[in-house]
């Protein structure tokens, strides 16, 4: 009984580690309840500046912002005009015809199996409290009657009700960030297990055929690209500029508000058919995303439901990969117009403009003139995908300090230094010093845990151990002579 009590308290924590031979039930139930207090709104403050303090108001407050968040405010008519004018100049990659054809097929027993068995046991249930231990113990006396339901789902265009709804969890962003405000706090999305194993099924097909459609420039989500790769090519890309006396070049950091929240369901779909995906495998992605309702938890207690009409959950196993095909369309965009100009690469003929890593976009660009051609096709792509530019969070990073001096374009803040990918960039940074920082908070950050001089060796070995290849990719091609005297 103490260990059950000790495991379903890392459960809920997300505590990944444990002891060997130590139950720490008293520590991980005491972290439980601080990471549940953590996690509960007990003030609002509203954009008038009234507050809210008693529980139900709270809980409808949530509610109704929610609710306005996931509620698509223009009409498919309204999408489908926007996408025409947006996608008429673009030149889509296409799917082979025999990636198309597979990725048709019907899903199958061994398909759906394959999905289940790479789900995390662990994982907190959703609303209908089964866990995907359940499934998997079961699966045999089970699978017939899952894919008859999901083959039935697909013939009517949505799952079953129970499948459809979700809960919301509320994650607060960070210590430094006010508890009162609801732009603070990261909505999760806790779905049932069987939509998880249907959508996770969906992404191992996905996955399989994204690396041949989205380019090597985005590294988001696509097997066998890493983030530190890009912030390689990041540090590589301004320090050439910054060694050039002559630059007038710009780097853009893209931020947009709730991005997986407000980005379109019919540009997803569209954006699919563009890819040439075939209608079998559409009607499946329209099932999952068909009349979705979810409920938010604040503390122990529900609101009333309301619906989704758009956005991707952040925890279901397909949305990351749907959310980059949405937004492939802005790199196209950008890529293929011959009036907006990068930088140029050393002994090539090419140029890069853009880099993505899922939602995190970032442009480079010649001069201003071509800075404000790639604002005014941000501003279209948001009338077509539904993402909201975020002004205060998206920067400028100007290349050189000798360009003009100006402080804002469009309410965009032109900086010297930015944070791009967890790295801080500017004319003076160092990839490899930034790193070292980046590792150490990691490495230190552990001994908050307050636990044994052992775990803490461990921890501190996983942590170094797990960035090696992410150090690698990031030291700098030439040593400086004055490394030594850091070691």
């Not at 003030?43 to 609710?67: H, M, P």
């Not at 999408?79 to 990725?103: D, V």
């Not at 989500?221 to 002559?246: A, M, V, W």
């Not at 993402?387 to 050189?400: A, F, Q, R, T, Y």
């Given at each position: 009984?103490?260990?059950?009590?000790?495991?379903?308290?890392?459960?809920?924590?997300?505590?990944k580690?444990?002891?060997?031979?130590?139950?720490?039930?008293?520590?991980?139930?005491n972290?439980?309840?601080t990471?549940?207090?953590?996690?509960?709104i007990?003030?609002?403050?509203?954009?008038?500046?009234?507050?809210?303090?008693?529980?139900?108001?709270?809980l409808?407050?949530?509610?109704?912002?929610?609710?306005?968040?996931?509620?698509?405010?223009?009409?498919?008519?309204?999408?489908?005009?926007?996408?025409?004018?947006?996608?008429?100049?673009?030149?889509?990659?296409?799917?082979?015809?025999?990636?198309?054809?597979?990725?048709?097929?019907?899903?199958?027993?061994?398909?759906?199996?394959?999905?289940?068995?790479t789900m995390?046991?662990?994982?907190?249930?959703?609303?209908d409290?089964?866990?995907?231990?359940?499934?998997?113990?079961?699966?045999?006396?089970?699978?017939?009657?899952?894919?008859?339901?999901?083959?039935?789902?697909?013939?009517?265009?949505?799952?079953?009700?129970t499948?459809?709804?979700?809960?919301i969890?509320?994650?607060?962003k960070?210590?430094?960030?006010?508890?009162?405000?609801?732009?603070?706090?990261?909505?999760?999305?806790?779905t049932?297990?069987?939509?998880?194993?249907?959508?996770?099924a969906?992404?191992?097909?996905?996955?399989?055929?994204?690396?041949?459609?989205?380019?090597?420039?985005?590294?988001?989500?696509?097997?066998?690209?890493?983030?530190?790769?890009?912030?390689?090519?990041?540090?590589?890309?301004?320090?050439?500029?910054?060694?050039?006396?002559?630059?007038?070049?710009?780097?853009?950091?893209?931020?947009?508000?709730?991005?997986?929240?407000?980005?379109?369901?019919?540009?997803?779909?569209?954006?699919?058919?563009?890819?040439?995906?075939?209608?079998?495998l559409i009607?499946?992605?329209?099932?999952?995303?068909?009349?979705?309702?979810?409920?938010v938890?604040?503390?122990?207690?529900?609101s009333?439901?309301?619906?989704l009409?758009?956005?991707?959950g952040?925890?279901?196993?397909?949305?990351?990969?749907?959310?980059?095909?949405?937004?492939?369309?802005?790199?196209?965009n950008?890529?293929?117009?011959?009036?907006?100009?990068?930088?140029?690469?050393?002994?090539?003929?090419?140029?890069?403009?853009?880099?993505?890593?899922?939602?995190?976009?970032?442009i480079?660009?010649?001069?201003?003139?071509?800075?404000?051609?790639?604002?005014?096709?941000?501003?279209?792509?948001?009338?077509?995908?539904?993402?909201?530019?975020?002004?205060?969070?998206?920067?400028?990073?100007?290349?050189?300090?000798?360009?003009?001096?100006?402080?804002?374009?469009?309410?965009?803040?032109?900086?010297?230094?930015?944070?791009?990918?967890?790295?801080?960039?500017?004319?003076?940074?160092?990839?490899?010093?930034?790193?070292?920082?980046?590792?150490?908070?990691?490495?230190?950050?552990?001994?908050?845990?307050?636990?044994?001089?052992?775990l803490?060796?461990?921890?501190?070995?996983?942590?170094?151990?797990?960035?090696?290849?992410?150090?690698?990719?990031?030291l700098p091609?030439?040593?400086?002579?004055t490394?030594?005297?850091?070691?």
């Amino acid at each position: 009984m103490e260990l059950a009590k000790s495991r379903g308290a890392q459960i809920r924590t997300r505590i990944k580690w444990v002891e060997e031979g130590e139950k720490s039930t008293k520590f991980f139930l005491n972290l439980e309840k601080t990471r549940a207090q953590g996690n509960i709104i007990n003030r609002l403050v509203r954009q008038d500046n009234t507050i809210v303090s008693s529980s139900t108001e709270i809980l409808n407050e949530i509610r109704d912002y929610y609710g306005n968040l996931y509620k698509e405010n223009k009409t498919e008519k309204e999408i489908m005009q926007a996408t025409s004018l947006l996608w008429k100049n673009i030149i889509f990659p296409q799917l082979k015809e025999e990636e198309k054809i597979k990725c048709d097929e019907e899903l199958s027993e061994q398909e759906i199996s394959s999905a289940l068995k790479t789900m995390k046991n662990g994982s907190s249930p959703g609303p209908d409290g089964i866990p995907v231990e359940f499934y998997k113990m079961f699966w045999k006396d089970l699978k017939k009657l899952f894919i008859e339901a999901m083959k039935y789902s697909q013939t009517i265009g949505k799952l079953s009700p129970t499948q459809r709804q979700g809960t919301i969890s509320l994650i607060h962003k960070g210590k430094e960030l006010s508890k009162d405000t609801l732009t603070n706090w990261r909505p999760i999305s806790l779905t049932n297990a069987d939509y998880k194993i249907f959508s996770k099924a969906l992404a191992l097909r996905l996955s399989a055929v994204l690396p041949n459609i989205i380019n090597e420039n985005q590294g988001g989500f696509i097997k066998g690209r890493k983030i530190s790769e890009l912030i390689r090519e990041l540090d590589d890309i301004i320090d050439l500029e910054k060694s050039n006396p002559q630059s007038q070049s710009y780097t853009l950091s893209i931020d947009y508000s709730k991005a997986f929240d407000t980005i379109s369901i019919v540009t997803i779909i569209e954006a699919l058919r563009m890819f040439n995906f075939g209608e079998n495998l559409i009607s499946w992605i329209k099932a999952l995303l068909t009349e979705r309702t979810a409920n938010v938890k604040n503390g122990g207690s529900l609101s009333e439901s309301f619906p989704l009409e758009r956005g991707v959950g952040q925890g279901c196993p397909v949305s990351p990969l749907l959310f980059i095909i949405a937004v492939e369309i802005l790199a196209l965009n950008v890529r293929q117009d011959e009036k907006i100009l990068g930088i140029q690469l050393p002994n090539s003929t090419k140029s890069l403009k853009i880099l993505q890593y899922a939602d995190d976009t970032t442009i480079f660009l010649r001069n201003i003139t071509h800075l404000k051609e790639v604002l005014a096709k941000i501003k279209q792509f948001s009338l077509v995908s539904g993402l909201k530019l975020n002004e205060d969070k998206s920067k400028i990073l100007k290349m050189n300090k000798q360009q003009m001096q100006i402080s804002h374009l469009e309410n965009i803040k032109i900086v010297e230094k930015m944070k791009i990918l967890g790295i801080v960039f500017s004319s003076e940074t160092l990839a490899g010093e930034a790193l070292s920082d980046h590792v150490r908070c990691a490495v230190y950050g552990g001994s908050a845990l307050n636990s044994t001089l052992l775990l803490y060796m461990v921890l501190s070995s996983v942590v170094l151990t797990d960035r090696k290849p992410f150090a690698h990719n990031l030291l700098p091609h030439t040593i400086d002579s004055t490394s030594k005297d850091r070691e």
